[in-house]
């Protein structure tokens, strides 16, 4: 039986189109899920693109940033030892004191990150359970 399509075709009546077999059903089936993995895929890769990019130019500008901190803190200390030399020092001896500054709070730093080291352990207990939870996947048999 053949129905008129109302833009002027014909085709045939939804009734005469064969049920299709549970193969083309689950074949079917497996296309659409194939191509719906692949096009999340994508979006992931689309949206790890996009962030990488941001994360890198944001990494970028820190490095800047740092960098001109770090050109900021030679200014500041060439300003301290102009500073100390004008209290009537050599500008040898001053410098030599921001130097000593510098050196001593590098080491006091040092020290407490030594003091805190010493209190690191391994987490014991969850090194513990991952060999029990190997014990008991190997020994499920």
């Known amino acids: 039986m053949t129905v008129n399509n109302p833009t002027g075709g014909r085709h045939a009546a939804p009734d005469d189109q064969p049920d299709p077999s549970v193969g083309g059903l689950v074949a079917t089936a497996l296309e659409d899920v194939s191509s719906l993995v692949r096009s999340e895929i994508d979006l992931v890769k689309t949206e790890l693109t ?15 940033a740092v960098f001109f901190l770090l050109i900021a803190s030679v200014m500041l200390s060439m300003a301290f030892a102009y500073l100390l030399h004008m209290t009537g020092l050599h500008v040898a ?42 014990e008991a996947l190997l020994n499920r048999r």
Do not use: H
């Open 50 to 64: 996009v962030s990488v990019k941001n994360g890198g130019l944001a990494a970028a500008l820190v490095g800047a």
């Open 93 to 134: 001896w001053c410098f030599l004191i921001v130097f000593g500054a510098y050196a001593l709070i590098a080491a006091v730093l040092l020290f407490v990150a030594y003091k805190r080291v010493r209190f690191v352990r391994p987490p014991k207990r969850a090194i513990e359970q991952a060999k029990e939870t190997k």
